[in-house]
């Protein structure tokens, strides 16, 4: 397993302590970089000190990375949702400041606009709690039915990616009447579908290769005869980005 997939299977609380807990190997490990402690052993620290394995992989997190609630602040918009003020102001909240300072430091007007701030923050985690419990009813829906993988490069997360592999071999088999090799008469108008078959068609293209308009048209021109709109998609989902010049594409990861 990848660090970035331990990072993104651990559940909530093992992110706000930033390590997890492997029953099988008996090890704590950091989900930042992977660094592991091994129960059973001491580990020698700073100034003759020795620690046992969870007292270790606390420090260790500390020294490091310092604390969670920072690194998680730190992450890119696309992980956290949060715009760059609002991960300003959370910021401020952690020090203890009050409306009047955060809105005097950070110059986004008076306190009334950091009030609002505090309300939309409040909505966004009442919102992360019901989709979480959605996720965790889907999953539990039908144990025969696995959902399929969301790819990390995309933009909006919702109920147009709760597909199960059934759903999956529907959708392609409708669109794909010549094998899954082949071409398709025409691009899917609803969202699932058109996911859907967007998740296939990424497969085409070389994770590792960087490539030009050109290429990428010509890797979708079998594919479909509109290529220009499904190759528009395929940036706008987030399963191909692209430089500001638009002369190299490339798999986004």
Same mark, same amino acid.
């Given at each position: 397993m990848s660090g970035r997939d331990? *990072?993104?299977?651990?559940?909530?609380?093992?992110?706000?302590?930033?390590?997890? *807990?492997?029953?099988?190997?008996?090890?704590?490990?950091?989900? /930042?970089?992977?660094?592991? *402690?091994?129960?059973?052993?001491?580990?020698?620290?700073?100034?003759?000190?020795?620690?046992?394995?969870?007292?270790?992989?606390?420090?260790?997190? /500390?020294?490091?990375?310092?604390?969670m609630l920072d690194y998680l602040l730190s992450m890119n918009k696309k992980y956290t949702g949060l715009t760059d003020v609002q991960r300003k102001?959370?910021?401020?909240f952690k020090s203890g400041q009050s409306d009047k300072e955060i809105a005097k430091q950070l110059d986004v007007g008076s306190t009334s606009t950091i009030r609002t701030h505090r309300f939309k923050l409040k909505e966004k985690e009442k919102q992360a709690k019901v989709f979480l419990a959605i996720m965790e009813m889907l999953k539990k829906a039908d144990q025969k039915d696995d959902l399929v993988q969301i790819h990390k490069g995309a933009t909006q997360v919702d109920e147009r990616y709760a597909i199960t592999t059934k759903e999956r071999?529907?959708?392609?088999?409708?669109?794909?009447?010549?094998?899954?090799?082949?071409? /398709?008469t025409h691009f899917p108008s609803k969202e699932k579908r058109k996911i859907i078959v967007l998740q296939h068609i990424i497969r085409k293209f070389d994770p590792e290769r960087v490539y030009t308009e050109m290429e990428v048209n010509?890797?979708?021109?079998?594919?479909?005869?509109?290529?220009?709109?499904?190759?528009?998609?395929?940036?706008?989902?987030?399963?191909?980005d692209r430089n500001k010049e638009c002369s190299e594409y490339w798999v986004k990861k």
């Amino acid at each position: 397993m990848s660090g970035r997939d331990l *990072f993104w299977d651990a559940d909530t609380d093992d992110l706000k302590k930033g390590y997890t *807990f492997n029953q099988t190997t008996e090890e704590f490990t950091c989900l /930042i970089c992977r660094k592991s *402690f091994q129960i059973g052993l001491i580990f020698p620290w700073t100034d003759g000190l020795y620690m046992e394995a969870e007292r270790a992989i606390k420090q260790h997190i /500390i020294d490091e990375h310092g604390s969670m609630l920072d690194y998680l602040l730190s992450m890119n918009k696309k992980y956290t949702g949060l715009t760059d003020v609002q991960r300003k102001i959370l910021m401020s909240f952690k020090s203890g400041q009050s409306d009047k300072e955060i809105a005097k430091q950070l110059d986004v007007g008076s306190t009334s606009t950091i009030r609002t701030h505090r309300f939309k923050l409040k909505e966004k985690e009442k919102q992360a709690k019901v989709f979480l419990a959605i996720m965790e009813m889907l999953k539990k829906a039908d144990q025969k039915d696995d959902l399929v993988q969301i790819h990390k490069g995309a933009t909006q997360v919702d109920e147009r990616y709760a597909i199960t592999t059934k759903e999956r071999e529907k959708v392609l088999s409708t669109y794909f009447k010549k094998g899954l090799d082949g071409p /398709i008469t025409h691009f899917p108008s609803k969202e699932k579908r058109k996911i859907i078959v967007l998740q296939h068609i990424i497969r085409k293209f070389d994770p590792e290769r960087v490539y030009t308009e050109m290429e990428v048209n010509e890797v979708l021109k079998p594919v479909i005869d509109d290529y220009v709109t499904v190759r528009r998609y395929l940036i706008e989902y987030g399963f191909l980005d692209r430089n500001k010049e638009c002369s190299e594409y490339w798999v986004k990861k």
